[in-house]
């Protein structure tokens, strides 16, 4: 018994010898978020998460971030944006994260986004349409449509269906707007200026309907009346996620198709479903997964790890979108800084992400803190053609032999 005693004394100290040799595992780099996993924003929140999660795992199969592993401590802000303020503050102050990104949608990363500069942060965000109230000088926005996208946004679009042949073109146009702020932005346009429909009277096209529905509306027959009503060439619907599917729904029930369509921020993969409703449909994009996009920076990374990711979560679309390209774009900003820098120290961090090209799979972003962050408009028009998105707009985007129809 004795013996046994001092033999298995013997093991514990050599396993302990053993151990002691053993190099220490680093200390992970903590990546704070939130994004709604819950609540009426959770189908966007799981798209994210995919593009968060699948990129977190590349970098740690590639050896980590400064040599040490990446985590991300997400959290569920339930869609609500002050509790994903909150949330920030907790992951700052308590949790105490090297790092953080941002959550999902406007009005959740304009309250997380005052927490940041708080505590002076790096904040890269992606889905935030506010773009002239974003003055913090480290905010990184990577759904890269420029300061004035309420000019620029809806002046690319007009200018694609007035590229089309002289009897295709629309004559006149007919708004559906969504009382959101961001698609008010872009509609209406701020202190006189821009907004989709004095853009299009500007360019010769004719208001027939300006229509405005809250959010949350189900019952989509009174404006679909209106619509069926007004008869416009071109319907264009600054709307969100479902918003134009459930009104081309309820069209259908009147009997009435449109002949061009647009809508502003559609959940691409729920257009798809909708087919043949949602035939020739547009919208706009920062990626598309096919070329020239395929060679932007870690592109093919992305669409090869997003699909992997998405279907092995049982995602209902898996295809890489404009929302998921935006988050993926987020974290490259972000681990891009750290790399470059080689520290963790938020104000370093920013001057390089401010003074030099950052690659991702949009290209080469610059953020230009004369234009509060933003640079060029470079979003694209895509279309709905034989059951899938392609970028038909401008041309040196468009996917080879697409065009817009």
Not at 49 to 67: D, H, I, T
Not at 87 to 113: S, W
Not at 157 to 178: E, H, I, K
Not at 321 to 337: I, P
Request: charged content about 20%.
């Amino acid at each position: 018994m004795k013996t046994g005693r001092v033999v298995l004394l013997v093991a514990l100290l050599a396993l302990l010898l053993v151990q002691a040799r053993l190099p220490a595992q680093p200390r992970p780099i903590r990546v704070g978020g939130t994004l709604p996993l819950t609540g009426v924003f959770a189908a966007q929140g799981k798209v994210h998460e995919a593009a968060g999660r699948a990129f977190v795992q590349m970098m740690n199969e590639k050896g980590g971030l400064l040599g040490r592993p990446l985590e991300w401590v997400l959290l569920d802000d339930e869609s609500q944006p002050d509790k994903a303020a909150a949330l920030y503050e907790r992951l700052i102050t308590e949790d105490k994260v090297d790092l953080i990104i941002g959550p999902y949608g406007t009005a959740a990363i304009t309250a997380a986004m005052r927490v940041a500069e708080k505590y002076g942060y790096v904040f890269p965000h992606h889905t935030a349409s506010l773009t002239y109230a974003y003055t913090y000088r480290r905010h990184f926005p990577t759904w890269y449509v420029g300061l004035n996208t309420h000019i620029t946004t809806p002046s690319k679009v007009f200018d694609a269906y007035l590229s089309l042949p002289p009897g295709q073109r629309p004559r006149t146009v007919g708004f559906v707007v969504n009382k959101f702020p961001g698609t008010q932005f872009l509609a209406y346009g701020r202190a006189n200026t821009g907004g989709a429909v004095r853009i299009a009277q500007q360019k010769g096209l004719r208001v027939v309907l300006d229509v405005q529905f809250d959010l949350g509306t189900t019952d989509w027959i009174p404006v679909a009346q209106q619509v069926r009503r007004a008869n416009p060439d071109l319907l264009y619907v600054a709307g969100l996620a479902l918003d134009g599917v459930n009104l081309l729904q309820a069209l259908a029930q009147l009997g009435w198709r449109p002949r061009h369509h647009f809508y502003q921020w559609p959940s691409p993969g729920a257009m798809l479903t909708a087919l043949p409703l949602t035939d020739r449909a547009t919208s706009v994009t920062i990626f598309v997964p096919h070329e020239p996009y395929l060679s932007n920076p870690g592109a093919r990374d992305f669409v090869n790890r997003y699909r992997a990711w998405a279907k092995a979560t049982g995602l209902a679309y898996s295809e890489p979108d404009v929302q998921s390209a935006a988050s993926w774009s987020a974290w490259q900003v972000l681990t891009f800084g750290v790399q470059e820098c080689r520290c963790l120290d938020h104000a370093r961090i920013a001057e390089v992400l401010l003074s030099k090209p950052v690659p991702t799979v949009q290209g080469y972003l610059k953020f230009d803190p004369q234009q509060q962050n933003y640079g060029d408009d470079i979003q694209a028009v895509m279309q709905i053609q034989d059951g899938r998105w392609w970028a038909v707009w401008p041309r040196q985007l468009a996917a080879e032999g697409r065009r817009l129809r």
